[in-house]
C-alpha cells in the first residue's frame, strides 16, 4: 500500500468507528494518524519506528504496520463483521454523516448507496428527524451518485501523483516529465491521473511503467501510452520524444475550454494546434514543441500558469501583458488560524511554533474553538485567558516567530458570539464561523453572518459557506452579499486551505479580490503535519488570479502587526 492507501483505510477505520458509536477520541486517533501518514515525505513502510509519527501510538503503529504490508489489520476485520461496508460510502454523500448512516442501516436496512437511492418515497421521510425536503435532498444525492464523483481530494491525488511521477522521473530513459491534467491545474477534486513524458527510448520507459510495483491493473500498454489501475485510480501515461513534450503537455494539462479557445486563436493566425504541435492552415505537417512557453509565444501570447487555463479571460490577459503575478507558497508569512491540544487540536503551542519556524513564518496565531463548541472541546473564558497567558509566555521564549492569541469564535444562530465583547478585545486576531444551525435558509444565514461582520472586534470570517468536499454541500448563504459586507466593514473572508474545505470557492474568492476584500489563506491546521497544507489554499488563489498584495498573511512581520492595530 502506498501512503494514500493506507490515510484512507485509517479513515474508513475512522468512520466505521463512528457508525458503531465508539469514542470520539478513538475516532479522533484514526482521523490524525491518516494525516499523519498523508504528511510524511517518504514511504510508510519504509519507517523503522511509526511511532515516531505524530499522534501514531502502540496501537495504531500496529495497524499502520499491517496495511503498510498489505494485511488487514485485526480491528478492520472486526469493524466489517459488524457494519457493512457499503456504509462507508453511503457517509459521503452531502447532508449524510455516520450518525444518520447508521440509522438508515438500523431502522431501515440501508447498506450502501445503490439501496439508498432505491428507497421509496416517504419511507426516509417516516423517520423521527427526517422531513420531505431532507428526504428529497438525501435521495437525489444517492441516485446521482457515480464513479464521476468519487474524487480524490486534492492532498491525496498530489500524494499519488507524486509518488507515481517519482517513478517515471527515476526511469533512466526518461529526460522530463509532469503531471498534467486536472491535478496540475490544481482543481479541487481529482477523478484521474494524467503524466507526460518525454523520452528517446518511450518503448522501454513505456514497458517500465506496466510493470512498476504500484500497478493493480493494466488497461492498456503501447510504446507511448500506458494505461493502468492503482489503488483504484486511473492513471494515465502519455510519451513523447523531447522536442515534443511541450505541445502534449499543454494539450493534456487542458482544461478542454482553455485549448478550443487556444485553437480557435491559432486558426485566426492561419495555424493549427494540437497535442502533435502548430502546423500550417491546410497541411498535417506538425511542427513539434518542446516547451509550453514557446507554444504560447508562437500564438503571440504571454506564458498563461496551468491553474489560469480555464477560460476565464486568461487568453486576453495574456494577449495584453496583463496576466496577474500569482502568489506564490514562499511568499506567505504567517498562518493566522490554527489549533492546539487546548481545544481538539493535537499539538501544543510550542510544537506548533516550532514547525512554523521551520516553515520560516514570521507569525502565527493561534485560534482554538470557543466555549459553546463542545464537542471539539471548546474553551470557557477563563481557559481561553489561560491560554493567552501560555501563549505570551510561550512568544518571549520563541524571538524567531511572533506568537499571537486569537479564537474562531462560533457565531450563534442569532448572529451574536460565543463571547463577550470584554474577552475578544483582549485576543490579538478573532477569526469567526459557523459551526451549527445550518439549515436556517439563505436569508437568516446571510443576516447571521453581517451581524458578526458588524462586530467590531471580528477579523475573520472563517470557511464562509461550511462545505465539506465529497460530504457537505454549502449552507444555503448570499456569498455576494457578504462580499459586499466584508468590505464596507473591512473584515477579511478566508479561503480555508484544509483539503476537504478550500473554501471559500475559486469563484467567490475571485469575486472578493475584484471588490477588493482581502483575503486570508489559512490552514485550519489541528496538528503540525497540517500546516503544510498551505499549499493548497495557495493553488486555488492563484486559481481566482489572487497576488500577495491581497492577501493578508503575505504582509510582514511590521505591515502585519499594524494591520491588527487598525483593520476595524
Given amino acids: 500500500m502506498q501512503n494514500a492507501d493506507v490515510a484512507r483505510a485509517l479513515d474508513t477505520i475512522a468512520t466505521l468507528m463512528e457508525l458503531k458509536d465508539e469514542a470520539?477520541?478513538?475516532?479522533?486517533?484514526?482521523?490524525?494518524a491518516a494525516e499523519s501518514v498523508m504528511a510524511l515525505g517518504r514511504p510508510v513502510r519504509e519507517v523503522e519506528d511509526l511511532k515516531e509519527l505524530p499522534h501514531v501510538g502502540g496501537t495504531l503503529a500496529a495497524v499502520i504496520r499491517d496495511l503498510a504490508e498489505d494485511r488487514t489489520p485485526q480491528l478492520l476485520a472486526d469493524l466489517l463483521e459488524e457494519i457493512p461496508a457499503g456504509l462507508v460510502e453511503v457517509t459521503r454523500l452531502p447532508g449524510v454523516g455516520p450518525r444518520t448512516a447508521g440509522r438508515l442501516w438500523r431502522e431501515l436496512g440501508v447498506t450502501s448507496?445503490?439501496?439508498?437511492?432505491?428507497?421509496?418515497?416517504?419511507?426516509?421521510?417516516?423517520?423521527?428527524?427526517?422531513?420531505?425536503?431532507?428526504?428529497?435532498?438525501?435521495?437525489?444525492?444517492?441516485?446521482?451518485?457515480?464513479?464521476?464523483?468519487?474524487?480524490?481530494?486534492?492532498?491525496?491525488?498530489?500524494?499519488?501523483?507524486?509518488?507515481?511521477?517519482?517513478?517515471?522521473?527515476?526511469?533512466?530513459?526518461?529526460?522530463?516529465?509532469?503531471?498534467?491534467?486536472?491535478?496540475r491545474r490544481q482543481k479541487e477534486t481529482i477523478g484521474d491521473l494524467d503524466i507526460v513524458a518525454a523520452s528517446s527510448e518511450g518503448k522501454a520507459l513505456a514497458d517500465a511503467f506496466a510493470s512498476a510495483p504500484f500497478v493493480d491493473e493494466v488497461l492498456?500498454?503501447?510504446?507511448?501510452?500506458?494505461?493502468?489501475?492503482?489503488?483504484?485510480?486511473?492513471?494515465?501515461?502519455?510519451?513523447?520524444?523531447?522536442?515534443?513534450?511541450?505541445?502534449?503537455?499543454?494539450?493534456?494539462?487542458?482544461?478542454?475550454?482553455?485549448?478550443?479557445?487556444?485553437?480557435?486563436?491559432?486558426?485566426?493566425?492561419?495555424?493549427?494546434?494540437?497535442?502533435?504541435?502548430?502546423?500550417?492552415?491546410?497541411?498535417?505537417?506538425?511542427?513539434?514543441?518542446?516547451?509550453?512557453?514557446?507554444l504560447y509565444e508562437r500564438l503571440g501570447l504571454s506564458y498563461i500558469p496551468p491553474e489560469?487555463?480555464?477560460?476565464?479571460?486568461?487568453?486576453?490577459?495574456?494577449?495584453?501583458?496583463?496576466?496577474?503575478?500569482?502568489?506564490?507558497?514562499?511568499?506567505v508569512r504567517g498562518d493566522l488560524?490554527?489549533?492546539?491540544?487546548?481545544?481538539?487540536?493535537?499539538?501544543?503551542?510550542?510544537?506548533?511554533?516550532?514547525?512554523?519556524?521551520?516553515?520560516?513564518?514570521?507569525?502565527?496565531?493561534?485560534?482554538?474553538?470557543?466555549?459553546?463548541?463542545?464537542?471539539?472541546?471548546?474553551?470557557?473564558?477563563?481557559?481561553?485567558?489561560?491560554?493567552?497567558?501560555?501563549?505570551?509566555?510561550?512568544?518571549?521564549?520563541?524571538?524567531?516567530?511572533?506568537?499571537l492569541c486569537g479564537s474562531e469564535v462560533d457565531i450563534l444562530k442569532d448572529g451574536s458570539l460565543d463571547y463577550?465583547?470584554?474577552?475578544?478585545?483582549?485576543?490579538?486576531?478573532?477569526?469567526?464561523?459557523?459551526?451549527?444551525?445550518?439549515?436556517?435558509?439563505?436569508?437568516?444565514?446571510?443576516?447571521?453572518?453581517?451581524?458578526?461582520m458588524n462586530n467590531s472586534y471580528v477579523n475573520t470570517i472563517a470557511h464562509p459557506t461550511g462545505r465539506i468536499l465529497n460530504r457537505r454541500e454549502p449552507y444555503e448563504v448570499n456569498v455576494s452579499r457578504l462580499i459586499q459586507e466584508a468590505k464596507t466593514t473591512n473584515t477579511a473572508l478566508e479561503l480555508n486551505s484544509y483539503p476537504d474545505r478550500l473554501d471559500l470557492s475559486v469563484p467567490y474568492i475571485r469575486e472578493a479580490l475584484d471588490a477588493g476584500v482581502r483575503i486570508t489563506i489559512d490552514t485550519d491546521a489541528h496538528d503540525e503535519t497540517a500546516l503544510s497544507f498551505m499549499k493548497f489554499g495557495v493553488s486555488q488563489a492563484r486559481r481566482a488570479w489572487a497576488e500577495k498584495e491581497s492577501i493578508i498573511n503575505c504582509l510582514p512581520l511590521a505591515e502585519f502587526e499594524e494591520y491588527l492595530r487598525s483593520s476595524k
Fill in 24 to 32: 470520539y477520541y478513538r475516532i479522533l486517533g484514526y482521523r490524525r
Fill in 113 to 183: 448507496v445503490e439501496e439508498l437511492g432505491e428507497l421509496e418515497e416517504g419511507q426516509l421521510a417516516s423517520l423521527k428527524g427526517f422531513g420531505k425536503k431532507s428526504e428529497e435532498r438525501i435521495l437525489r444525492a444517492a441516485r446521482v451518485y457515480n464513479a464521476t464523483e468519487r474524487r480524490m481530494l486534492l492532498d491525496e491525488a498530489t500524494a499519488l501523483g507524486e509518488h507515481v511521477l517519482g517513478f517515471v522521473r527515476g526511469r533512466a530513459e526518461c529526460e522530463e516529465a509532469e503531471l498534467a491534467g486536472s491535478l
Fill in 220 to 294: 492498456a500498454h503501447g510504446p507511448s501510452k500506458v494505461f493502468i489501475k492503482c489503488g483504484g485510480v486511473e492513471v494515465d501515461l502519455r510519451i513523447v520524444e523531447p522536442e515534443a513534450y511541450g505541445s502534449l503537455l499543454h494539450h493534456f494539462t487542458g482544461s478542454q475550454a482553455h485549448n478550443i479557445v487556444l485553437r480557435e486563436r491559432a486558426v485566426k493566425m492561419g495555424l493549427n494546434i494540437s497535442e502533435y504541435g502548430l502546423a500550417q492552415a491546410g497541411t498535417q505537417r506538425y511542427e513539434p514543441i518542446a516547451s509550453e512557453a514557446e
Fill in 308 to 331: 489560469l487555463r480555464e477560460d476565464a479571460g486568461e487568453i486576453r490577459a495574456a494577449e495584453k501583458g496583463e496576466l496577474p503575478d500569482l502568489v506564490e507558497v514562499g511568499e
Fill in 337 to 403: 488560524h490554527v489549533h492546539t491540544n487546548y481545544s481538539d487540536g493535537r499539538g501544543t503551542i510550542e510544537s506548533m511554533a516550532e514547525a512554523a519556524i521551520a516553515l520560516g513564518y514570521e507569525y502565527l496565531v493561534f485560534c482554538d474553538h470557543s466555549q459553546s463548541l463542545k464537542v471539539a472541546n471548546g474553551l470557557s473564558p477563563a481557559r481561553l485567558k489561560e491560554k493567552l497567558k501560555a501563549v505570551r509566555a510561550a512568544d518571549e521564549r520563541y524571538p524567531e516567530i511572533r506568537l
Fill in 420 to 452: 463577550e465583547d470584554a474577552l475578544l478585545a483582549e485576543l490579538d486576531l478573532v477569526v469567526a464561523s459557523i459551526h451549527t444551525s445550518f439549515n436556517v435558509g439563505e436569508e437568516a444565514m446571510t443576516g447571521r453572518i453581517v451581524r458578526a
